[in-house]
């Protein structure tokens, strides 16, 4: 693993207006994702996790602009991503690409499978006529498809193999950092297993980067080297997935951990988080996470926690470890 | 490992593409194929009919026959006719008027007439339809000065829609000349109203499918993705109300006809044929009764076939 990193998001926020008025003026502004940084190696997975509603989703395609964020910086192998022109960030969006959680709504019901993995070669002219086919052909294989499928539409496949498509569409413009967008969420579990297995053996191959946004745990386990723990569009906790499942710190992860099902029915009843998630467009004072935090401190309502490097790969927002820690290091959250 | 639900087997080459799919379900509809079926013998009638009566004229719509007023359907032409003017078997078919002018051979220029402006002025309001429909849903949130293009293009759409359509067709024709043309372009001008409002629907709700997204993320062109991504997806329900927009267009013809704005003679049209005929209507039943029947039966198919189209493009009735 190289140690430059390939993706760095510093400070990325989206606040979306709520119901303009006449004028345009917004009533409110749902902050959807409110100062988030994170970085991604080449040929590494970091994912992200939270639950529903933490801002996960809006996160990836922000990086991708596919929602315009509000502000921060994205730069992606040194580039700028969010001051790109038109015309560069096509050229750009090459090197990045997205697979969908939903398998249905992710693929055109009127192109057929070669023509969603082939469009984008023939269209930046990358490859055209058989050479085309060939490359669509051995995209098809590489992801377990068999290449006769590609004048098929995509509602003759399940989802499973539809996911396929979606990756081999993805993979079609050999891309260097890939955003799965709970790209194995709505799979059977023993096809999770076979995309997830899919998706490592890719990134062997073509040393791929992953961001893969997730709310499942035992996913992120099989596929992550490092986890980046989300709250209210906010990260709470970065650290090695190890460390993460061995050492969690903030009370939400550990919150999240202990709610996890474990395959095993000797195990302890999980602590259910008490309460719901907070709206978005009035987040809590303080630190956000304070309303249902079983260890709150008394001015956990007042002061928004700084970043706090326990570890050298071990980073939290709680004023639990305010004191415990060594000098934080606001600027970074991962070593 | 992971090949498993590839299902290597089944490598038939049998493809269902979602137009198959409409197509196969669509001739389960018994009315909807009786419509498609009418409307292609009265495409065919039409085509003859521009080509006998205009082109190599064996039915001539135009001769007057003083000798021959008000002939009931079936009746054989009057002795005293010069042989120049006789219709085609010496009979009339479906009688004549009171100038004695065939009537087969009216409604057969008719026809052709009367479909054309059905056609036309349905694809003039197709085309504005889905252009300002189109711009609106996709271009929504871009800004000329205070207020959004999408604002701009519904809120005209809707003082379109509050405006009584058929006077101000009649506004516009009484000071147009009343050509054919100008009254095509009038109903079509006059009808997109609907077709924006779902097209910029469908538009509104395709440019959130992760299937576009993925577009934008590999970079495709905005005309790409708007003609080959999401037009494709927004067409079905415009071909619906266009199916049913024909028959519309042609009631309005034959509307304007009947008060005497419409198709002016001698052209001929089922509406003027049907308004002349309304003078005569006790001596005469034929010359009210054929054209109002044709227009009957014209708009029942284009509507048994726009009702089959609805169902066999719905979601629920498709099987995935």
Same mark, same amino acid.
């Given at each position: ?79 700028? +991503? ?56 051995? *995209? ?10 590609? @004048? ?11 996911? %396929? ?10 891309? %260097? ?32 980067? $992953? ?19 989300? $709250? ?17 710190? @903030?009370?939400?992860?550990? /919150? ?8 095993? #029915? ?19 004072? =303080? ?49 | ?18 137009? %198959? ?13 009786? =419509? ?19 082109? +190599? ?80 849903? $996709?271009? &929504? ?22 405006? #009584? ?21 009038? *109903? ?5 109203? &609907? ?10 709700? +395709? ?11 590999? &970079?495709?062109? /905005? $005309? ?40 002016? #003679? ?24 054929? #054209?109002?029947?044709? *227009? ?25």
């Amino acid at each position: 693993m190289s140690t430059a990193a390939l993706l760095e998001v510093r400070d990325l926020a989206k606040h979306f207006a709520l119901r303009r008025g006449l004028l345009g003026r917004p009533s409110g502004w749902i902050k959807a994702v409110d100062g988030v940084s994170f970085h991604v190696r080449e040929g590494e997975t970091l994912a992200l996790v939270g639950e529903s509603g933490c801002g996960k989703t809006t996160t990836g395609r922000a990086v991708l602009r596919l929602i315009e964020p509000s502000s921060g910086s994205v730069t992606f192998d040194g580039q700028e +991503l969010l001051k790109l022109n038109a015309g560069d960030l096509q050229r750009m969006r090459r090197d990045i690409q997205i697979v969908f959680q939903d398998p249905y709504s992710s693929l055109n019901p009127r192109m057929t499978v070669g023509n969603i993995v082939g469009e984008a070669l023939r269209v930046h002219g990358i490859a055209r006529g058989a050479e085309l086919n060939e490359r669509v052909a051995h *995209i098809l294989e590489r992801v377990g498809l068999s290449p006769d499928f590609r @004048h098929r539409y995509a509602h003759e496949f399940s989802g499973g193999q539809r996911q %396929r498509v979606g990756i081999a569409r993805a993979l079609a413009m050999a891309p %260097r950092f890939i955003v799965c967008d709970e790209a194995v969420s709505a799979l059977d579990v023993s096809i999770q297993a076979q995309v997830i297995n899919l998706l490592k053996d890719l990134q062997d191959e073509y040393r791929l980067a $992953y961001l893969f946004i997730t709310h499942d745990l035992n996913v992120v386990r099989h596929i992550a080297q490092r986890v980046a723990v989300m $709250y209210l569009g906010r990260i709470v906790e970065t650290a090695g997935t190890d460390e993460l499942f061995d050492n969690p710190r @903030h009370p939400y992860t550990r /919150a999240l951990l202990a709610a996890n099902p474990l395959p095993d #029915p000797s195990s302890p009843r999980p602590r259910a988080l008490r309460g719901d998630v907070p709206s978005p467009l009035t987040p809590p004072p =303080g630190c956000a996470f304070h309303p249902r935090c079983a260890e709150a401190l008394a001015h956990c309502d007042r002061q928004t926690p700084t970043w706090i490097q326990i570890a050298r790969r071990h980073g939290v927002a709680c004023h639990l470890h305010q004191n415990t820690s060594r000098q934080g290091d606001d600027e970074i959250p991962d070593g | 490992m992971h090949a498993q639900d590839s299902s290597t087997g089944s490598l038939i080459a049998h493809t269902e593409s979602p137009w %198959r799919l409409f197509w196969q379900l669509l001739q389960r509809d018994r009315l909807a194929m009786a =419509g498609l079926g009418i409307l292609l013998a009265l495409a065919v009638v039409a085509l003859l009919g521009k080509a006998t009566t205009e082109w +190599l004229v064996i039915f001539d719509p135009t001769t007057v026959r003083l000798v021959d007023k008000f002939r009931a359907p079936l009746s054989e032409a009057s002795a005293l006719l010069p042989d120049a003017d006789r219709p085609l078997t010496g009979v009339y078919l479906l009688g004549t008027d009171e100038l004695g002018r065939d009537v087969f051979a009216r409604m057969l220029q008719g026809s052709f007439v009367s479909m054309s402006i059905g056609f036309v002025a349905v694809g003039i309001s197709i085309a504005v339809g889905v252009v300002l429909g189109g711009i609106a849903g $996709y271009y &929504g949130e871009v800004r000329i000065g205070p207020v959004t293009v999408d604002t701009l293009i519904m809120r005209f759409t809707d003082a379109m829609l509050c405006i #009584p359509i058929f006077f101000l067709i009649l506004v516009v024709v009484a000071l147009l000349p009343a050509s054919i043309y100008n009254i095509m372009i009038v *109903i079509g001008l006059t009808r997109w109203m &609907g077709i924006s409002r779902f097209v910029r629907a469908e538009f509104l709700s +395709l440019r959130e499918q992760d299937f576009v997204l993925a577009a934008r993320a590999l &970079g495709l062109p /905005a $005309y790409r993705i708007i003609f080959w991504h999401m037009m494709p997806n927004a067409m079905a329900p415009v071909l619906v109300t266009a199916t049913i927009g024909v028959a519309t267009a042609i009631l309005t013809e034959s509307a304007l006809s009947f008060l005497g704005f419409g198709v002016q #003679p001698p052209f001929a049209t089922w509406g003027n044929i049907l308004a002349d005929g309304k003078n005569f209507i006790f001596d005469a039943p034929w010359l009210f009764f054929i #054209p109002g029947f044709a *227009i009957f039966v014209i708009v029942l198919a284009f509507n048994l076939l726009g009702e089959g189209m609805r169902e066999a493009l719905n979601p629920k009735l498709q099987r995935r």
